[in-house]
């Protein structure tokens, strides 16, 4: 199993910015891609930013220019650093980190719990 715990969210005034960090723990052989996903209420959650193992990066055209996803492989850890944010970013963000357990094994997928961040004046 693989645990993702996700930190960083909170409360913050229009045009600050954020950094949000996802952790994964547990029987890890390798970190395929890790996504950051969000849902804000009412709507469908969607893919923001991912970030493949050898550092490849996608982001939906919203936040392009103001987010940027990175990964310390050696932590297991990604991050989701979010500037001159704006109160429709608001949601709540998860990651899904897509993992194999061993050379052999195939890849599942995982996801964290999730951290608010709202972004009002």
């Known amino acids: 199993q693989v645990l993702l715990v996700e930190s960083g969210g909170g409360l913050v005034q229009p045009g600050g910015s954020l950094r949000l960090s996802c952790a994964a723990s547990?029987?890890?052989?390798?970190?395929?891609?890790t996504g950051w996903y969000r849902q804000a209420p009412g709507k469908e959650r969607e893919l923001v930013a991912s970030?493949?193992?050898?550092?490849?990066?996608t982001y939906v055209d919203s936040v392009k220019g103001r987010f940027t996803i990175s990964r310390d492989n050696a932590k297991n850890t990604v991050y989701l650093q979010m500037n001159s944010l704006k109160p429709e970013d608001t949601a709540v963000y998860y990651c899904?980190?897509?993992?194999?357990?061993?050379?052999?094994?195939?890849?599942?997928?995982?996801w964290g719990q999730g951290t608010q961040v709202t972004v009002s004046s």
């Open positions: 899904k980190a897509v993992v194999s357990h061993s050379r052999s094994s195939g890849y599942d997928a995982y």
């Open positions: 547990g029987s890890i052989f390798s970190i395929y891609r």
């Open positions: 970030i493949s193992s050898n550092g490849d990066t």
